[in-house]
């Protein structure tokens, strides 16, 4: 973080749009992956029974609050006051009903639920189509995107490269809850109607259409060498993807990625020569200033 915090603190170095793109990020994800761990914790893993299913959602979880402590970490080194991050939020509409999108999916569902109704059922497929392919595997892009683009102009390459890593992870939960959707289908053939598929279509649409009002509203994308319409038919793309994985029609065929140099920048290889480089762990020494945990 330390090149990241001398640009932070140059007065040439950097735009106030730059500045104000980090803060978003931030606060965002802060957040946003609360509400994702929330889930993961207190609505998935109490329905499932595999004890393997439960040791990999805990895992997930611990990710999360990783996540969470990565942006605490980030905060801390550019001396941020986080309570500025959370007032960006308090007066953004699009950002109040992106948080309502995704929690809805979780209010009936509880760990005494009765899972032999098809019903009952198809709301927790809903919840893991939901939090899996809309929220994790789409509604993020949005901002990784941003991030990244400004890691890509060597700005703030410390927190472009912990991004990367937080991506991997994403990665590894949206393939994690696509085949958890996959199986539940496999297992349940009744909840795989037509007017269930529809209705998950009609998610993914409505998650599309809440990530292109907050890239419009709040993400300025002209300002870092970006086009807004390239950026939405990008999550257009990625939205697509989500639906072909799950087994669902697609919504823009034969749509191509619009930024090929970003899907070059988010395939983070796990793998790393012993002599070429370190293992990429998340580290949590050399914090510069210091936030406590509870004002995160």
């Not at 393997?52 to 942006?71: C, P, Q, T, Y």
């Not at 007066?91 to 009936?108: A, C, H, L, Y």
Request: overall charge negative; glycine content about 6%; proline content about 3%.
């Amino acid at each position: 973080m330390q090149k990241d915090l001398e640009q932070w603190k140059s007065s040439t170095e950097l735009s106030d749009v730059e500045r104000w793109i980090i803060m978003m990020g931030i606060g965002y994800f802060s957040a946003a992956e609360g509400i994702v761990g929330d889930n993961i914790q207190h609505v998935v893993r109490e329905l499932v029974t595999a004890p393997e299913l439960k040791l990999v959602l805990g895992r997930h979880a611990h990710e999360e609050n990783i996540h969470a402590d990565s942006l605490l970490y980030m905060i801390s080194s550019l001396g941020i006051n986080p309570h500025e991050c959370e007032a960006m939020f308090e007066q953004v509409d699009t950002i109040r009903r992106k948080n309502e999108f995704v929690t809805k999916v979780s209010k009936n569902l509880r760990r005494d639920l009765d899972l032999t109704q098809t019903s009952n059922k198809q709301e927790l497929a809903k919840n893991i189509f939901v939090f899996g392919q809309c929220m994790e595997g789409t509604q993020f892009y949005g901002l990784f995107g941003m991030v990244l683009s400004l890691a890509r102009q060597n700005k703030f390459p410390g927190i472009g490269q912990m991004f990367r890593y937080t991506l991997r992870d994403e990665s590894n939960h949206i393939e994690l809850f696509r085949n958890l959707f996959r199986v539940l289908i496999d297992e349940n053939p009744d909840i795989w109607t037509d007017a269930f598929k529809s209705e998950l279509s009609e998610l993914m649409k409505e998650a599309v259409s809440l990530e292109k009002d907050f890239i419009r509203d709040c993400l300025p994308v002209n300002s870092v060498g970006m086009s807004a319409d390239e950026f939405c038919s990008y999550i257009d793309y990625i939205a697509d993807r989500r639906l072909n994985g799950v087994g669902l029609e697609v919504i823009n065929p034969g749509l191509e990625n619009p930024f090929p140099w970003l899907a070059e920048m988010m395939d983070v290889k796990k793998e790393q020569n012993f002599f070429e480089g370190r293992v990429t762990e998340y580290q949590k020494s050399s914090v510069l200033t210091e936030v406590a945990d509870d004002e995160l």
